[in-house]
């Protein structure tokens, strides 16, 4: 088992910056890939950003392209996701996510997932 556990939520203006935090216990981190998925009220979760196990390979939703930045320390055992030029439409809940494979893809599936953290973008 993996335990993620996310911080870095927020309310933040429009224009402004969060940096999302995962910490990870239970297994090896580097055994994953990673990623980041959004899910707002009444929609489905989707993708935001991936990154692969030696953190050389990072992935991005077009909405982020550009704007957010995931990272990761294997050391530290914790993935981060910088997210900068914040709109109203990227508030939502974010979830932290282990893929079940090194590399991230999007036919891998997530094995586990964080508990999420609240993102608000005021306008």
């Known amino acids: 088992q993996v335990q993620l556990v996310e911080s870095g939520g927020g309310l933040v203006h429009t224009g402004g910056s969060l940096r999302l935090s995962c910490t990870a216990s239970g297994r090896t981190f580097s055994n994953y890939a990673m990623g980041w998925f959004l899910q707002a009220p009444g929609k489905e979760r989707e993708f935001v950003a991936s990154?692969?196990?030696?953190?050389?390979?990072?992935y991005y939703a077009d909405s982020a392209q550009g704007r957010f930045t995931i990272s990761r320390d294997n050391a530290r055992n914790t993935v981060w996701l910088q997210m900068d030029t914040l709109k109203p439409e990227d508030t939502a809940v974010y979830y932290c996510?282990?893929?079940?494979?090194?590399?991230?893809?999007?036919?891998?599936?997530?094995?586990?997932w964080g508990q999420g953290t609240q993102v608000t973008v005021s306008s």
């Open positions: 990154i692969n196990w030696s953190g050389t390979s990072t």
């Open positions: 996510a282990a893929y079940a494979s090194v590399v991230p893809s999007m036919s891998t599936p997530v094995a586990y």
